[in-house]
Every structure is written in structure tokens, then in C-alpha cells.
């Protein structure tokens, strides 16, 4: 079995990571930043997974449970809020969305 | 029997609680029952509990109740208590008994109003107030009662609040009555930091024991209740207020500025008359301003225009007789014409209030006329109103109060000619602007149709109160006409005698007197505004005319005396250094938070960004120890 080195699967989880966060500034789109947080989670749920197998550790694994379940969670609070936004608004543009600013 | 006094303003209140707690949930049928109902109750209760008393007096002065005790701290102790002698005993009828027909009244007055409840739960806290200002026993309950009425006229003035000129009207009146009550708590904190007591009773037997007759002290402490009951009574110089108190619901204006309230600083200066006849010098005052005050208010009724302001200051011109009584110590003339004025005024009131709501909201009189077939009912209690008001010899109650007022005023001790002489002029003025209301509203061409008939929730106070308004004066008869003395036997028991001089013998002849000017003013009325002739109506548009309309331009006065220097001073005094000082730390506040709130930009995207930076920092931060 070919086993790739821990740093590599670290980097690949930070890159996903990144991409995650990058998505999230540059995206507009409020389905597409909700996206980039699941990406963002599963980069987080990914360093659990790598660092269990490192260590042969089982908690790493159940840690990856939780975050499932709060991940679905998350989903199912912002697809709803999603959807009142954009029955109020009439778009899902989030800089169009700034009724909290300040003058 | 005595802790029936207690529930006398009790119920009102409990009204007034109902009404105000439930009153949303109340259909408008209960919601009047229940508020003159209370008021009725009230009435029966005193008029039981009067009968009582009148038949223990003069064995028994008066009946007092402790309810509990109000607050206590060191020597300062005031108690909830109450006390009914002759005085209030005569007060409590009058506000309970003409206050209840007015409620009546108020049913079918206000039966399309939308503040309905509002009304009568209002009224409730009025009439609980003044019961209370009448019925306490030391001066702190009775300053209680005093601003109790005071708010209400308030509230009831600025009754239909949507019009922005009602708000300044109430505020106008809360404002100048509050002058005087500063007086007269300044005259109350005297009073209890020289005699360690709030009781009036025990007041008044202290100060005439250790203040001696003329003392500095007694003549402040005298003016200064003075002041209090010239800002409530509308007497001259602070008598600005009642005509603009027009502007509530004529119910109002007949409870309130016509029958009780008004009569309120009639009430204290009778009630503490110990302090007054220690202070001679006030005493005086109280007649001349009184006098000067009737004059005044005369020549102003006849240049209005407007049927409830007439009313207004023919209101003051009447309480400016009770105060010319009250200076020359024929306390029982004032209280007696203080009754007698509150049965023809309310019912004067409650008319004009039927007048103007069927003429759909018309208060111009040279707007009406020809009133009198269309409105027979109407008509007849107003005439007997007003021939009441102008003291139509013998018939009428008003002759035998106002004439037993102007034979004390030449006739007592403190009295004399030229009061007496202010007292007749007054005489005919009133005999004169009142039939000019009849004569220009009920006679002549018909201006205005009436909209509809005014019902039997209406009508019927107002015969009540006209059949009182002739035969309430023949409890008091002068000597030389029956000489009945049920009246003032009766307040004599709390009130002294008037001290006469040595004129007995020519009484008769001052009735002529003032029969025959009561008759002549009417005369000069059918001259003047039923026959109209035409230097009449070049008098009306004329100067003279004008300063009598604006009540001789006291509101000019005050405007160029008082508010103008105020306001100046104010506004010069807005930039002194702790203005500023104020002003530059809010001024401060705002230019912080105006750069902090640069970050608060409703951008999404802009908070993740600073998200970001601060977690990369922060971790930085952390990688490096």
C-alpha cells in the first residue's frame, strides 16, 4: 500500500482549506459561500481523520461523526436562512443585503 | 355613620379605577353607569350623612375619619383623614349633586365621542379629587386634592387632543394655576414649620393663639394662599387661563370651570379665614382684586363672540363676587352665591353645550339666532339661566345671593362704597351681556338650522338644574324680604358671622337699588341686540370693542412682560460655558463613534475578510512563542 507522507495529507487539507476560505471572500453568491463553508468543514473533518490514523486513534474518527451532524445542522439554519433572505430582498447578492450599516 | 365620609371620594375613584383598568372592555352603556352611577351614589351617601350631621349640629362641629396613616417622619406626620363640618358639607352637595347631573348629562353629550370612557373615567378622578380637596382634614390631603383637580383640568381641557390649539389651551391653564400653587406650597411649608402640624383645624386655633393681628408673618403666609386660590379661581392677575379652558366638552366646562373647581381658592380662603382675619390687609386686597376682577371680566364678556367664552368670563365675573364677599368677611354670602352660581352657571354650560353640538359644533353667536321656537326646551332653561345669572329681582335665586353680596359689601365692617359701587356696575354688565346672549342666540332670523333634537339624557339636568336655579335662593332670605336664614345658620357653624355696621335700616332701598339695575341692563340688552340699532354694529367693529374681546390684553401683556424676557434670557443663556461644556462631550460622543463606525459597513464579506486577518494574526502571534 503506498502510503503518502502525513505532511502531504496535512498541505492537502490546508489547500482545501484555503479554497474554502478563498470561495468564501471572493464568492457573492450566498448558496456558493454556504459552498465554501461545507468545503472549509470538511478540510477541518480531514486534518481530524489524518491525525487519528497517525496516532491509530479512534477519537479522531468520532470527532468526524459530531462534525458531520453539526455540519448537517449548519446546512439545514443557513439553507433556511438563505431562503427567507431571499424572500425578503429578491436576491442572494450578499453585498445588496447591508440594511445592518451604519449611516 | 362617620366612616361613610371616607367612602364618599372613595367610589368616584373606584369608578375611575374601573374604568380605566376595564374600560376598553366595557360597552359604552356600562362604562356611563358605572361613572355616574358612582358619582350618584356618591351624592346619596352625602346627602345621608348631611342629614345626620345637620341634625347633631351645633352640638357636634364636625365628623372626622382617620382612613390610615399617609407617611410619618420625625414630627412630619400626615394622615389620610377626613372631615366634614357645615362648610363641606355644603361643597360635597354641590360636587356630588351637580356633578352627577352632569355626568347624566355627559351620557347623551359624549354618546358619539370615541374617547367615551376616557371621558367619564377622567371625570371620576375629578370629582374623587375635589371631594378629597373638600374633605380633608389637614392642608397636605387638601394640596393633594388641590393638584388632583388640577391635573384633570389638564387632561379634560386638552380633552380632544387631535387639535394642536386644545394641547396649548391645557397647557396654558396648567401652567398658570401652577404659579399660584407654588405660592400656596410655599404658604403650607410656613404654616407647618410654625406649628409642627398639618390639621387645619389645629392650624387655625394655633395661629390665632400665637400670631398676632397684622404680624409680618401672618400677612405672607395670607398672601401666599392668596396666590393659590387666584391661580385656581381665575381672579385677577392670573385669570388668563379660563377662557381658553373653553376648549374641552361643555360638560367640562360646567363641572370643572363653572360649578367646582374654580371655586376651589373660594373653598380655601373660607376654610382658612383665621389666617385672613389675622392679616386685615389681605383681607382687603381679597375684596379689591375681587371688584377689579368682576369689572374686568364683565366688559370682556361683552365683546366675545364666542357662546361658551361669554360664559367663561361671566365664570370669573361671578367668583370675583364670591371674592369681593369673601374680603369683606360675609363668608356665608360667598359660600351661598357659590352654590346658587354653580346650579345656573352648569346649567347655563350644559345649554350652550346642547346649542352648539345641534348647530354642529357652532360657537359663533352672531352665527345663530331665531333659536327659540326650534329648540322650546332649550330656550326656557337658558332664559331662566340667565335671568338668574343677571339677578331678576325676587324670582330668582341669583337676586337673593348676589343681593345679599352687594348689601354686605357696602354694609360690614371692611366694606364700603366703592365696593359696593364695582359690585353694581358688575351687577348691570351681567344683566347685560347675558340677555345679549339670549337676545342675538334664541331671537331674530334663524342663521343656522338645527341638525337634530337634543334627547332626554340632556334635557332632563338641565330642568332639574333650572328649577333649583329659582328656587335654591329661597333657603336665604334678607331681612327686609321673609328673613330665612337657613343658609348661613347653617355654615355659620364653621364660618363667622359677617360684622355689620350700623346701616341695617336702609337695606331695602340697596334692593331697590340693584333690582333696578339688574332690570335696566336687560332693558338696554332688548335695545341694543334685539333691536338692533345701527351704531351697534359700528360699535362692534370697534377698537373699544376689540380690547373687550381680548379680555383688555392680558395675553398681550403677559406675552411682552413675561414669556418674551424669558425666552430672550433663555436664549442668550444657551451658549454660557457649561452649555458648552455639555455640548462639546456629546459633541465628542458622536465624532468617536462616527470613525468607529466606519467598520460597521454592512458588508458581509468585509467582516470575513477582517475575520481572516485577525484569526492570521492571532495565530501568528501564537507560532512565535
Given at each position: 500500500m503506498l502510503t503518502v507522507p502525513v505532511e502531504t495529507q496535512i498541505l492537502f487539507a490546508g489547500i482545501l482549506f484555503l479554497l474554502g476560505l478563498v470561495g468564501l471572500l471572493v464568492r457573492r453568491n450566498l448558496v456558493f459561500m454556504l459552498m465554501s463553508i461545507e468545503i472549509m468543514f470538511n478540510s477541518a473533518g480531514l486534518v481530524f481523520i489524518i491525525a487519528a490514523r497517525q496516532w491509530n486513534q479512534p477519537d479522531g474518527q468520532v470527532m468526524f461523526i459530531f462534525i458531520l451532524a453539526v455540519t448537517a445542522v449548519e446546512v439545514a439554519i443557513g439553507l433556511a436562512l438563505i431562503l427567507q433572505v431571499y424572500h425578503h430582498f429578491k436576491t442572494l447578492d450578499v453585498d445588496a443585503i447591508n440594511k445592518l450599516k451604519d449611516n | 355613620m362617620k366612616s361613610i365620609i371616607a367612602l364618599i371620594p372613595a367610589l368616584p375613584l373606584f369608578s375611575f379605577l374601573i374604568l380605566v383598568l376595564f374600560g376598553g372592555k366595557l360597552s359604552r352603556k356600562v362604562a356611563g353607569w358605572v361613572g355616574a352611577g358612582s358619582v350618584g351614589i356618591a351624592a346619596l351617601l352625602t346627602v345621608i350623612v348631611g342629614i345626620d350631621l345637620i341634625q347633631a349640629l351645633p352640638g357636634v362641629k364636625s365628623y372626622s375619619v382617620v382612613v390610615w396613616q399617609w407617611m410619618h417622619a420625625g414630627n412630619l406626620s400626615a394622615n389620610i383623614a377626613f372631615s366634614l363640618d357645615a362648610l363641606s358639607i355644603v361643597f360635597c352637595f354641590v360636587i356630588t349633586f351637580v356633578g352627577f347631573l352632569i355626568h347624566i348629562y355627559s351620557i347623551g353629550f359624549m354618546a358619539k365621542d370615541e374617547g367615551f370612557t376616557r371621558f367619564f373615567a377622567y371625570m371620576n378622578l375629578f370629582v374623587s379629587s375635589m371631594l378629597i380637596l373638600v374633605l380633608a382634614d389637614n392642608i397636605l390631603l387638601m394640596y393633594l386634592g388641590w393638584e388632583g383637580v388640577g391635573l384633570c383640568s389638564y387632561l379634560l381641557i386638552g380633552?380632544?387632543?387631535?387639535?394642536p390649539e386644545n394641547g396649548t389651551a391645557a397647557r396654558k391653564a396648567f401652567i398658570i394655576t401652577r404659579i399660584g400653587d407654588t405660592a400656596m406650597i410655599i404658604g403650607i411649608f410656613i404654616l407647618f414649620v410654625s406649628f409642627g402640624t398639618f390639621n387645619i383645624q389645629e392650624i387655625m386655633h394655633l395661629a390665632s393663639t400665637k400670631w398676632a393681628i397684622g404680624s409680618s408673618i401672618a400677612v405672607l403666609t395670607a398672601a401666599l394662599l392668596l396666590g393659590g386660590a387666584l391661580g385656581k379661581s381665575a381672579q385677577l392677575p392670573l385669570q388668563t387661563w379660563l377662557p381658553d379652558a373653553m376648549a374641552g366638552p361643555s360638560p367640562v366646562s360646567a363641572l370643572i370651570h363653572a360649578a367646582t373647581m374654580v371655586t376651589a381658592g373660594v373653598y380655601l380662603i373660607a376654610r382658612t379665614n383665621v389666617l385672613f382675619s389675622l392679616a386685615p390687609i389681605v383681607q382687603t386686597v381679597i375684596a379689591v382684586i375681587g371688584a377689579l376682577t368682576l369689572l374686568v371680566a364683565g366688559f370682556s364678556a361683552l365683546g366675545q363672540h364666542d357662546l361658551k367664552r361669554i360664559l367663561a368670563y361671566s365664570t370669573i365675573s361671578q367668583i370675583g363676587y364670591m371674592f369681593l364677599a369673601l374680603g369683606v368677611g360675609a363668608y356665608s354670602g360667598a359660600i351661598f352665591h357659590f352654590m346658587i352660581h354653580a346650579f345656573f352657571k352648569a346649567l347655563l354650560f350644559l345649554a350652550a353645550g346642547v346649542v352648539i353640538q345641534v348647530l354642529d359644533e357652532e360657537h359663533d353667536i352672531f352665527k345663530m339666532g331665531g333659536l327659540r321656537k326650534k329648540m322650546p326646551v332649550v330656550f326656557l332653561t337658558f332664559l331662566i339661566g340667565s335671568a338668574s345669572l343677571s339677578a331678576l329681582p325676587l324670582v330668582t335665586a341669583g337676586f337673593y345671593s348676589k343681593d345679599a353680596i352687594l348689601w354686605f359689601a357696602y354694609?360690614?365692617?371692611?366694606?364700603?362704597m366703592v365696593l359696593w359701587l364695582a359690585g353694581i356696575v358688575g351687577a348691570f354688565l351681567t344683566a347685560l351681556y347675558s340677555f345679549r346672549m339670549i337676545f342675538i342666540t334664541f331671537y331674530g332670523k334663524i342663521k343656522t338650522e338645527p341638525s337634530f333634537n337634543a334627547g332626554r339624557f340632556m334635557t332632563v339636568p338641565l330642568i332639574i338644574l333650572a328649577v333649583l336655579s329659582v328656587l335654591g335662593g329661597f333657603i336665604e332670605l334678607p331681612a327686609s324680604l321673609g328673613n330665612i336664614h337657613l343658609f348661613s345658620d347653617l355654615v355659620n357653624n364653621t364660618l363667622p358671622a359677617v360684622a355689620i355696621r350700623n346701616v341695617e335700616h336702609m337695606e331695602w332701598l340697596f334692593q331697590i337699588l340693584s333690582s333696578l339695575i339688574a332690570l335696566s341692563g336687560i332693558y338696554l340688552a332688548y335695545r341694543w341686540y334685539y333691536l338692533k340699532p345701527p351704531y351697534m354694529e359700528s360699535f362692534r367693529k370697534s377698537r373699544l370693542n376689540h380690547f373687550f374681546e381680548k379680555g383688555f390684553e392680558f395675553d398681550k401683556l403677559y406675552q411682552l412682560v413675561v414669556v418674551k424676557p424669558v425666552v430672550w434670557l433663555a436664549e442668550v443663556d444657551k451658549k454660557d460655558f457649561f452649555d458648552l461644556l455639555n455640548i462639546s462631550i456629546a459633541k465628542l460622543a458622536i465624532r468617536m463613534n462616527l470613525i468607529l463606525s466606519i467598520a460597521q459597513n454592512g458588508k458581509l464579506r468585509w467582516y470575513l475578510l477582517s475575520f481572516a486577518i485577525g484569526i492570521a494574526l492571532i495565530l501568528t502571534i501564537m507560532m512565535k512563542q
Amino acid at each position: 500500500m503506498l502510503t503518502v507522507p502525513v505532511e502531504t495529507q496535512i498541505l492537502f487539507a490546508g489547500i482545501l482549506f484555503l479554497l474554502g476560505l478563498v470561495g468564501l471572500l471572493v464568492r457573492r453568491n450566498l448558496v456558493f459561500m454556504l459552498m465554501s463553508i461545507e468545503i472549509m468543514f470538511n478540510s477541518a473533518g480531514l486534518v481530524f481523520i489524518i491525525a487519528a490514523r497517525q496516532w491509530n486513534q479512534p477519537d479522531g474518527q468520532v470527532m468526524f461523526i459530531f462534525i458531520l451532524a453539526v455540519t448537517a445542522v449548519e446546512v439545514a439554519i443557513g439553507l433556511a436562512l438563505i431562503l427567507q433572505v431571499y424572500h425578503h430582498f429578491k436576491t442572494l447578492d450578499v453585498d445588496a443585503i447591508n440594511k445592518l450599516k451604519d449611516n | 355613620m362617620k366612616s361613610i365620609i371616607a367612602l364618599i371620594p372613595a367610589l368616584p375613584l373606584f369608578s375611575f379605577l374601573i374604568l380605566v383598568l376595564f374600560g376598553g372592555k366595557l360597552s359604552r352603556k356600562v362604562a356611563g353607569w358605572v361613572g355616574a352611577g358612582s358619582v350618584g351614589i356618591a351624592a346619596l351617601l352625602t346627602v345621608i350623612v348631611g342629614i345626620d350631621l345637620i341634625q347633631a349640629l351645633p352640638g357636634v362641629k364636625s365628623y372626622s375619619v382617620v382612613v390610615w396613616q399617609w407617611m410619618h417622619a420625625g414630627n412630619l406626620s400626615a394622615n389620610i383623614a377626613f372631615s366634614l363640618d357645615a362648610l363641606s358639607i355644603v361643597f360635597c352637595f354641590v360636587i356630588t349633586f351637580v356633578g352627577f347631573l352632569i355626568h347624566i348629562y355627559s351620557i347623551g353629550f359624549m354618546a358619539k365621542d370615541e374617547g367615551f370612557t376616557r371621558f367619564f373615567a377622567y371625570m371620576n378622578l375629578f370629582v374623587s379629587s375635589m371631594l378629597i380637596l373638600v374633605l380633608a382634614d389637614n392642608i397636605l390631603l387638601m394640596y393633594l386634592g388641590w393638584e388632583g383637580v388640577g391635573l384633570c383640568s389638564y387632561l379634560l381641557i386638552g380633552f380632544w387632543y387631535k387639535e394642536p390649539e386644545n394641547g396649548t389651551a391645557a397647557r396654558k391653564a396648567f401652567i398658570i394655576t401652577r404659579i399660584g400653587d407654588t405660592a400656596m406650597i410655599i404658604g403650607i411649608f410656613i404654616l407647618f414649620v410654625s406649628f409642627g402640624t398639618f390639621n387645619i383645624q389645629e392650624i387655625m386655633h394655633l395661629a390665632s393663639t400665637k400670631w398676632a393681628i397684622g404680624s409680618s408673618i401672618a400677612v405672607l403666609t395670607a398672601a401666599l394662599l392668596l396666590g393659590g386660590a387666584l391661580g385656581k379661581s381665575a381672579q385677577l392677575p392670573l385669570q388668563t387661563w379660563l377662557p381658553d379652558a373653553m376648549a374641552g366638552p361643555s360638560p367640562v366646562s360646567a363641572l370643572i370651570h363653572a360649578a367646582t373647581m374654580v371655586t376651589a381658592g373660594v373653598y380655601l380662603i373660607a376654610r382658612t379665614n383665621v389666617l385672613f382675619s389675622l392679616a386685615p390687609i389681605v383681607q382687603t386686597v381679597i375684596a379689591v382684586i375681587g371688584a377689579l376682577t368682576l369689572l374686568v371680566a364683565g366688559f370682556s364678556a361683552l365683546g366675545q363672540h364666542d357662546l361658551k367664552r361669554i360664559l367663561a368670563y361671566s365664570t370669573i365675573s361671578q367668583i370675583g363676587y364670591m371674592f369681593l364677599a369673601l374680603g369683606v368677611g360675609a363668608y356665608s354670602g360667598a359660600i351661598f352665591h357659590f352654590m346658587i352660581h354653580a346650579f345656573f352657571k352648569a346649567l347655563l354650560f350644559l345649554a350652550a353645550g346642547v346649542v352648539i353640538q345641534v348647530l354642529d359644533e357652532e360657537h359663533d353667536i352672531f352665527k345663530m339666532g331665531g333659536l327659540r321656537k326650534k329648540m322650546p326646551v332649550v330656550f326656557l332653561t337658558f332664559l331662566i339661566g340667565s335671568a338668574s345669572l343677571s339677578a331678576l329681582p325676587l324670582v330668582t335665586a341669583g337676586f337673593y345671593s348676589k343681593d345679599a353680596i352687594l348689601w354686605f359689601a357696602y354694609s360690614s365692617n371692611s366694606g364700603g362704597m366703592v365696593l359696593w359701587l364695582a359690585g353694581i356696575v358688575g351687577a348691570f354688565l351681567t344683566a347685560l351681556y347675558s340677555f345679549r346672549m339670549i337676545f342675538i342666540t334664541f331671537y331674530g332670523k334663524i342663521k343656522t338650522e338645527p341638525s337634530f333634537n337634543a334627547g332626554r339624557f340632556m334635557t332632563v339636568p338641565l330642568i332639574i338644574l333650572a328649577v333649583l336655579s329659582v328656587l335654591g335662593g329661597f333657603i336665604e332670605l334678607p331681612a327686609s324680604l321673609g328673613n330665612i336664614h337657613l343658609f348661613s345658620d347653617l355654615v355659620n357653624n364653621t364660618l363667622p358671622a359677617v360684622a355689620i355696621r350700623n346701616v341695617e335700616h336702609m337695606e331695602w332701598l340697596f334692593q331697590i337699588l340693584s333690582s333696578l339695575i339688574a332690570l335696566s341692563g336687560i332693558y338696554l340688552a332688548y335695545r341694543w341686540y334685539y333691536l338692533k340699532p345701527p351704531y351697534m354694529e359700528s360699535f362692534r367693529k370697534s377698537r373699544l370693542n376689540h380690547f373687550f374681546e381680548k379680555g383688555f390684553e392680558f395675553d398681550k401683556l403677559y406675552q411682552l412682560v413675561v414669556v418674551k424676557p424669558v425666552v430672550w434670557l433663555a436664549e442668550v443663556d444657551k451658549k454660557d460655558f457649561f452649555d458648552l461644556l455639555n455640548i462639546s462631550i456629546a459633541k465628542l460622543a458622536i465624532r468617536m463613534n462616527l470613525i468607529l463606525s466606519i467598520a460597521q459597513n454592512g458588508k458581509l464579506r468585509w467582516y470575513l475578510l477582517s475575520f481572516a486577518i485577525g484569526i492570521a494574526l492571532i495565530l501568528t502571534i501564537m507560532m512565535k512563542q
